[in-house]
């Protein structure tokens, strides 16, 4: 099993540097320590609203 925190470690392994969003449904309480701790940058939640998305994609954008 693959999880998407294997993803998104892998990725950092290999020198990404991008951005990366971690989208869960999780209501784990520690679901979102463990997306940072493997190197998101930000974390949501499902559902997400239209406006928490726009939020984080202008962050990253406005950094461009």
Known sequence: FYSGLDVIKD????GFAQ????LSA??????QQNSLDAG?????IKPANRSS????????????
């Open 11 to 14: 990725l950092r392994r290999v």
């Open 19 to 22: 951005p990366i969003v971690s």
């Open 26 to 31: 999780s209501t784990r309480l520690n679901e």
């Open 40 to 44: 998101a940058n930000e974390f949501l």
């Open 53 to 64: 998305i726009t939020n984080v994609l202008l962050k990253y954008l406005e950094r461009e």
